[in-house]
């Protein structure tokens, strides 16, 4: 779908114009970043989807300046990673590679349980004496049961979040640490194979 997107010029245009003047650092650090470990994924198909797309938009070009939109011959606008970019992709590599369920985590944060409050209860002091409180007895009963049955399925729903489809698969700890460890490094050997580091890198 990512890629497929892509494809549709306007869509193509504001993603292009997001990343390049909108986005903050760390939401370019996220989104290069997933996307590049999905470029090189130890799963053949995914690897192959996200290299199409990543090659798609993403442009390393050294020489051309950064102010100047880069084009093909097909008149396609291509995001190109200028030295900020290029440190904020290198960086988020290098602490997936080294703690790779940290960026997961990070990436993935569990949602947020909202435990409903007791209803606010009348205060029967003020009320006047006299007549049957069996009808208020019972109503109380009725919210201060629904209100515990709430919590209870808020508590539940926290402690099962939604699982993601890797989790729906069993995948251990151990097996997505390795999985995005390994993809991490299979990014960072890309930069070494295009990127000067006695010159880009370290300037």
């Known amino acids: 779908m990512h890629l497929n997107l892509l494809k549709v010029p306007e869509v193509r245009a504001q993603v292009l114009y997001y990343l390049q003047e909108v986005a903050t650092s760390e939401t370019l650090e996220s989104v290069l970043g997933t996307w ?5 994924d130890i799963d053949k198909l995914a690897s192959s989807i996200g290299t199409e797309a990543w090659n798609s938009f993403v442009r390393y070009c050294p020489g051309h300046s950064v102010e100047e939109p880069l084009m093909d011959a ?9 030295t900020t970019s290029r440190h904020t992709l290198f960086g988020f590599l290098q602490r997936t590679a080294l703690d790779p369920l940290e960026v997961y985590a990070y990436l993935n944060p ?10 606010e209860q009348p205060n029967l002091k003020n009320r006047r004496t006299g007549g ?3 009808g208020t007895t019972a109503s109380k009963r009725q919210q201060l049961a629904s209100a515990i049955s709430a919590a209870r399925k808020a508590g539940l729903e ?5 699982r993601s489809k ?4 069993d995948e251990s700890e151990s097996d ?4 995005l460890r390994i993809s991490a490094v299979g990014g960072l050997r890309y930069f070494l194979g295009k990127i000067d580091l006695a010159g880009s890198l370290t300037t």
């Not at 590049?36 to 090189?40: G, K, R």
């Not at 097909?74 to 200028?82: I, Q």
């Not at 926290?158 to 939604?162: D, K, L, N, S």
């Open 166 to 169: 890797s989790e729906e698969y």
């Open 110 to 119: 569990l949602p947020t349980s909202i435990v409903p409050t007791l209803p």
């Open 176 to 179: 997505r640490s390795a999985r």
């Open 74 to 82: 097909s008149a396609e606008a291509y995001f190109l990673l200028d």
């Open 132 to 134: 049957s409180n069996k």
């Open 158 to 162: 926290a402690e099962e979040p939604v």
């Open 36 to 40: 590049c470990v999905l470029a090189h």
